[in-house]
Nanobody
Framework: QVQRVEPGGGLVQPGDSLRLSCAAS????????MGWFRQAPGKEREILTR????????YYVDSVEGRFTISRDNAKTTVYLQMNSLKPEDTAVYYC???????????WGQGTQVTVSS
């Protein structure tokens, strides 16, 4: 299972929106819980959200709840992160990850930089 984060990051202004995509290879995508993480300079990587493999339940950390939305398309083996109302504190490298049946994060995307600045 190889994760490839599609170009979608970049420099945006506060209040703007971005959508990140992460395409996975392999035929067992539907068996993976998918997640998005980020790592800001000088900080540890943190999980933002995940969507479960079996029932599509979602989870969000408080800092992005109501602004970010995770979704998945099993037919396209792709997971998305819609980010709205972006803030400067959202500036970070964003990573997608996959956990087989939600056990542990086995595979990681290469990361994409998102910078929110006026």
């Amino acid at each position: 299972q190889v994760q490839r984060v599609e170009p979608g990051g970049g420099l945006v202004q506060p209040g703007d929106s971005l959508r990140l995509s992460c395409a996975a290879s392999g035929r067992t995508f539907s068996s993976y819980t998918m997640g998005w993480f980020r790592q800001a300079p000088g900080k540890e990587r943190e999980i933002l959200t995940r969507i479960t493999w079996n029932d599509g339940r979602t989870y969000y950390v408080d800092s992005v709840e109501g602004r970010f939305t995770i979704s998945r398309d099993n037919a396209k083996t792709t997971v998305y992160l819609q980010m709205n109302s972006l803030k400067p504190e959202d500036t970070a490298v964003y990573y997608c990850a996959a956990a087989f049946r939600g056990v542990k994060w086995d595979y990681w995307g290469q990361g994409t930089q998102v910078t929110v600045s006026s």
